[in-house]
């Protein structure tokens, strides 16, 4: 689709456009109701997987990877001793494999062969298939959106905002928006996705979007470690904070001991010890630098097994998205060109 000139930008608040205004106090939009309140209603499960279409783009539900794990592990025999009677029937065969592992044997170290391949040995932590990231997953629908709208989010400030200022049509700057959530501060994995990002989505191709959309950052940890994440990562989107993860949790990222098997485009250059260590390096010269983080600041970048996903909101309701699997599982670059209708992805 040939790019067209605007005088407005579609990154929503950043580096190069006025930050975001807030909604007014106490007030707010129930979607599909016209009415406001200022209590959202409680959440129930998400869409059904009907398929429907909106901007060239395919909206069908996927159905639920934890469906059909429950669906396998239920009629798989295994040994489930380690296991209270009434979960073990929720954990597959390679899960059960995995935990059995972690808690009764010894912590496992790196190989130190260097014929080993570390991505090979990494894919003994992987117990979830590959799926197409082109392909949606189970979208929240409406009452899990009106649930989560309250939920504060952070600037680097302290200051709060709700969540669903973000993507209501009544406050949003633009009649799209792409919401990142990310792991916790010092992910490296998380800081390379970025950076992918910043070069891959540049400020030209900002305004080449043809419909304007703002691109939004969501940690883990504690607000005020954003200015350090920034840095990092020179990100030039706006980056908020779900200190609580409660926004996590109810959109359906979970936790996870996942280190993935396959090494995303993002980080192509990036080896699985030069990712592990890297994270160590950012923390010791950031810790090095006067205006760097402090040694309690380790322990404030947020729960290091809380996995993220990627949302595209659309006049208020989420039209695309995908949930990581594991710690190296955001969609590509190149995918979320192609939503936003930059290229084919």
């Known amino acids: ?57 395919s909206r069908t539900a996927s159905t639920s990877l934890r469906s059909s794990e429950a669906m396998t592990s239920s ?8 296991f209270p009677a009434n979960t073990a029937s929720h954990f597959t065969d390679r899960e059960r494999e995995t935990a059995t592992m972690m808690t009764h044997s010894p912590a496992c170290s790196p190989p130190s062969s260097p014929s080993l391949d570390a991505d090979e040995w990494l894919s003994r932590f992987r117990s979830d298939p590959d799926l197409p990231l082109t392909a949606t997953d189970e979208c929240p629908d409406r009452a899990t ?4 709208y309250d939920l504060p989010i952070y600037a680097s400030d302290g200051s709060a905002r709700p969540f669903g200022s973000l993507y209501d049509p009544a406050y949003a700057l633009h009649p799209r928006q792409l919401v990142l959530f990310v792991r916790h501060f010092y992910c490296g994995a998380c800081q390379a996705y970025l950076a992918a990002l910043a070069r891959g989505i540049t400020k030209d191709d900002y305004f080449a979007i043809p419909i304007p959309t703002s691109i939004i950052v969501i940690g883990c940890g504690q607000p005020d470690l954003i200015k350090h994440y920034k840095k990092f990562t020179a990100c030039p989107f706006p980056i908020f904070a779900d200190p609580s993860r409660l926004l996590f949790k109810k959109l359906g990222m979970v936790l996870s001991a996942n280190l993935s098997r396959v090494r995303p ?23 090095a630098d006067p205006e760097g983080i ?28 995908h949930r990581m699997r594991g710690y190296r599982g955001h969609a590509e670059v190149r995918v979320l060109r192609g939503l936003l209708g930059l290229e084919e992805a």
């Open 1 to 57: 689709m040939a790019a067209r000139e605007r005088s407005v930008s579609p990154v929503g608040a950043s580096r190069f456009e006025r930050p975001i205004k807030p909604p007014l106090n106490g007030v707010r939009r129930v979607f599909g109701t016209g009415t406001t309140s200022s209590k959202a209603s409680s959440p129930t499960s998400t869409t059904s997987a009907s398929a429907h279409t909106h901007g060239g783009h």
């Open 75 to 82: 009629t798989s025999p295994s040994t489930t001793s380690s």
């Open 145 to 148: 959106l009106a649930a989560v």
């Open 265 to 287: 485009e993002y980080m192509k250059d990036i080896s699985a010890p030069a990712w592990l260590a890297g994270q160590v390096t950012t923390i010791r010269k950031s810790l």
């Open 294 to 321: 402090r040694k309690r600041d380790v322990w404030r970048g947020g729960n290091p097994m809380q996995i993220g996903g990627e949302f595209l909101f659309e006049d208020g309701e989420v039209v695309w998205c």
